[in-house]
């Protein structure tokens, strides 16, 4: 199989540098090796857009999140993606955070971010009541927002299949070599040939380095962050996302509401060998409680709807490394993209698209399709707006999922999109269908017959999240015929 660009991973920013490359007249593929855009990284973690004060002045990082931050409003209004800029406060419990906060104070006006101030103790508990009284001092970041990171991955995956991108799910990478005419990459679904090769793998992207140019320089630290999600039922704590001073394991736990009004509470930072070990445990949902009760002291999970974690890709010297694979010719890497990576990623595609464009002599299109916001959520309409709605389309009438309010025209529709879902988790994240409190109890077996019904499968291979997930093993009459066969 032949195609001018190839892109190793779909996460956020692999999907953004295709959606900004698609501007250019080249042939595009994203492998994924996941069942689904959006599978790693860009689905578990904080959404949090981050100012850019923690980033070390003169970092990449640094560079890449304050451009970011600063073009997350509009980027995400072009998209239809759900932002919100809530500001974050960071906290000084003892003299020596005091001093953490002051330097992260003047690293912050370093790194040209705005809007930052430092507040004292009668400030912070008039701005958020429910704070640790013993609080001495904070850091206001006045642009941290919030996002949310896989609804951003599957527009712009959308976005760039419209231009002509395309998907190829279900393909991990097995090997890299180098050919005279460019690159040879072999999946289990055969072997790609292109002549231009980026690098977006995220936990995998240092051995995809490696890989490409033969020798081992990059090495990722697998670094995996446990959450708790509280339903939205509750009223919000607090309005900021609430940081604690970070360590040298990251920016801390963290009290945050999300975009679409949860409370999430996380992550932890465990160092591990598996990358693909999301396992939640009970010792680190213990320790992000313990440390939530520092800034929260009357934290409670009774309305807790799930946990998940997530594996940030530490690499080893601490920094991004972007741009192209040095002594490898058509190579390009993002490697090491961690948290403030979902930030980051705007940047990081604008900057590394007009790179290689730049490069490799692509030329623009003459035509470019713009991005088509999504319908407004059912569950956000006015009652007008929801009769107009049920009007326009009498699916819209059929309530699915009862707890987040979601139809069955938004759920055929998030089947239809150009990458659109196929399995269970896939319509959850791209409707919230199965998100609520009852975490699909209710509607997974009608959100099911749906995908069977769109996707023309049988019930029997369907899957939750891909792979091996499956939710019906056999039929009843199989059963009893098996039965009776015994």
């Known amino acids: 199989m032949q195609t001018d660009i190839l892109i190793i991973g779909a996460g956020v920013v692999g999907c953004a540098l295709a959606r900004d490359l698609s501007r250019y007249t080249a042939g595009i593929t994203v492998l994924e090796a996941a069942a689904d855009v ?28 304050v451009r970011g931050a600063e073009m997350y409003p509009s980027y995400c209004a072009e998209l239809g993606v759900p932002y919100r800029q809530n500001g974050a406060l960071v906290l000084a419990f003892s003299p020596e955070d005091r001093s953490t906060i002051e330097a992260l104070y003047r690293q912050g006006l370093d790194n040209g971010v705005k809007g930052l101030r430092i507040l004292e103790r009668d400030e912070i508990l008039t701005l958020e009541p429910l704070t640790n009284a013993q609080v001495v001092c904070a850091l206001l970041a006045e642009t941290s927002g919030l ?20 998907f190829q799910l279900d393909t991990p990478v097995t090997a890299v070599r180098r050919e005279d005419s460019g690159w040879t990459v072999a999946t289990p679904r055969g072997e790609w040939h292109c002549r231009i090769l980026i690098n977006c793998a995220g ?64 992550p932890t930072a465990e160092d591990i060998d598996d990358p693909l070990d999301t396992a939640t445990t009970a010792q680190g949902l213990d320790d992000v409680l313990q ?37 490898c010719k058509h190579a390009y890497e993002t490697v090491g993209v961690e948290s403030p990576g979902l930030t980051s990623a705007p940047a990081i595609a604008a900057e590394l698209s007009a790179l290689i464009a730049a490069a490799e002599e692509l030329a623009k299109k003459d035509s470019w399709v713009q991005a088509k916001p999504l319908p407004k959520p059912f569950n956000e309409m006015t009652p007008q707006e ?12 059929r309530l699915i999922c009862r707890c987040e309010v979601v139809t069955e025209a938004e759920i055929r529709r998030a089947i239809r999109r150009p990458v659109g879902a196929r399995s269970i988790d896939g319509v959850k994240r791209r409707t919230r269908a199965g998100m609520g409190r009852c975490q699909g109890g209710f509607c997974a077996p009608r959100v099911a017959e749906i995908l069977s019904e769109e996707l023309q499968l049988p019930m029997t291979q369907l899957t939750k999240n891909g792979g091996d997930s499956l939710l019906v093993t056999s039929t009843l009459v199989q059963a009893m015929k098996e039965a009776q066969t015994k």
């Open 38 to 65: 959006a599978e790693g990284a860009s689905k578990a973690n904080s959404g949090i857009v981050h100012a850019g004060f923690d980033a070390h002045a003169g970092s990449v990082k640094a560079h890449y999140n």
């Open 147 to 166: 996002v949310s990171p896989y609804e951003l991955t599957f527009a712009l995956a959308d976005h760039a299949a419209v231009n002509g991108v395309q």
């Open 203 to 266: 936990a995998s992207s240092a051995w995809i380095h490696n890989q490409m140019t033969g020798r081992e320089e990059h090495h990722i630290v697998n670094r995996r962050g446990q959450y708790w999600i509280l339903d939205h039922a509750s009223p919000l704590p607090f309005r900021h996302t609430m940081f604690q001073c970070p360590t040298k394991m990251g920016k801390g736990v963290l009290v945050a509401p999300t975009v679409h009004g949860n409370v999430l509470l996380g």
């Open 291 to 327: 440390a939530c009760r520092l800034t929260w002291p009357q934290v409670n999970v009774r309305t807790a709807v799930t946990n998940f974690s997530g594996i940030r890709a530490h690499e080893e010297k601490g920094d991004f490394i972007i741009g192209a694979v040095q002594g």
């Open 386 to 397: 929801q009769a107009a709605a049920c009007a326009q389309d009498p699916l819209n009438g």
